[in-house]
């Protein structure tokens, strides 16, 4: 996870709040743990990184910082988009 810049989340974007700081606020079965940039409590467990991408942002119930989960070098994007240029990239 990293913090979230300013002006990088759209007024209409929502985040999701972690009401409780013991517990995640998403559960998967995927390989991944998101913890906060800040203090490093767990917001997110389990998760596949596929689809923590830049829409998915997480207030810690700690310390009340938003992260996101994709940082600048991760390649991680819209899985449906990961497709389509599998596909036309294949078609070429
Ligand atoms: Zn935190």
């Known amino acids: 996870m990293r913090e979230v810049r300013v002006g990088e989340v759209p007024p209409s974007g929502g985040t999701a ?3 409780d700081a013991e517990r995640p606020v998403f559960r998967g079965n995927g390989p991944d743990d998101y913890v906060c940039v800040s203090c490093g409590n767990v ?50």
Do not use: F, H, W
Not at 74 to 90: F, I, K, V, W
């Open 43 to 92: 917001l997110a467990s389990g998760m596949d990184a596929l689809y923590m991408t830049k829409k998915v942002r997480v207030r810690c119930g700690r310390c009340r910082t938003v992260n996101v989960a994709i940082t600048d070098e991760s390649p991680a994007g819209d899985p449906r988009l990961l497709a389509r240029a599998r596909r036309e990239t294949a078609g070429s």
């Open 17 to 19: 709040v972690q009401d």
